[in-house]
């Protein structure tokens, strides 16, 4: 009997009730995913094929295949053309420590508002959940240690939290979250985001120029995004950083 068998067959009998209401594809996922969380399989591993998981779990193809795909989209396995499926090497699921690592510390910085306007763009409207004809604000700020550009960030906040009066004094928003927090009493600084980072080569023309890359050196590029506590998108940023100035740090908690 393995661990995910004894596992099922400790469930009492409201508990197989509710069990049983889930699709079989999903039982067979969350079996799955105990044994991937629990070190029966290692990052890299080779995982079941869709042959010994109808065999394991008596079920069809099909439902073997959508347990598989489950797994698949959700970054826990990869799976190869002509090779089979494997154990994702992403820490997916894992509770780690993430640190930018900030090689400009205690440096003198400072912060240009390049440009501030309201605009429509579907692109960027779709980050933000707006209409693709909504109207948004396009913040463009230049970040500075020692009067060297490191960073050029591209700040589309919604359009409800960026007083129009104010928008023509550049200076009010070399903190956005400093802005909104004194006009609305949000403080966005402790709100849920999510950040992506790449590497990018070359970096956009005029980002580049910004940051006095050459057409030879690669960026960091940032999508963040920030949410209010009711769920929505306040603020979308697209950011560009030196690479010479980019470190990151993960360590497991």
Partial sequence: MIITDYYINQLTANERGVHMSIP?????????????NNGMFQPGDKFYS???????YNVSGITAI????????????????????YVSKARRGKIVKFSDI?????????????????????????QLNLGENEEFYHIKRL?????????????????????????????KFSSIY???????????????????????FPAPEEEGRLLGLTDKEPSAFTR????????????????????????????PI
């Fill in 178 to 200: 400093g802005k909104i927090r004194e006009d609305f009493g949000i403080d966005l600084f402790q709100a849920d985001s999510k950040e992506i980072t790449e590497i990018v």
């Fill in 24 to 36: 079989k594809y999903q039982q067979i996922k969350q079996s799955l995913l105990y044994e991937i």
């Fill in 143 to 171: 970040r500075l240690v020692e009067d060297k550009p490191i960073i050029v960030q591209n700040s589309y906040v919604i359009k409800e939290f960026i007083k129009e009066e104010d928008a023509g004094d550049k200076e």
């Fill in 66 to 85: 959508k347990a598989l795909q489950c797994l698949t989209n959700e970054g826990y396995l990869v799976r190869y053309q002509g090779k089979g499926t």
């Fill in 50 to 56: 869709e042959a010994e998981l109808k065999k394991k």
């Fill in 224 to 251: 963040r995004y920030t949410y209010l506590f009711d769920g929505r998108t306040i603020e979308y940023i697209e950011g560009y950083k030196r690479w010479d100035y980019f470190s990151i740090e993960i360590e």
């Fill in 102 to 126: 900030e090689k400009y510390r205690n440096a003198a910085e400072r912060t240009e508002v390049i440009d501030i306007h309201v605009m429509k763009d579907p692109r960027i409207a779709a």
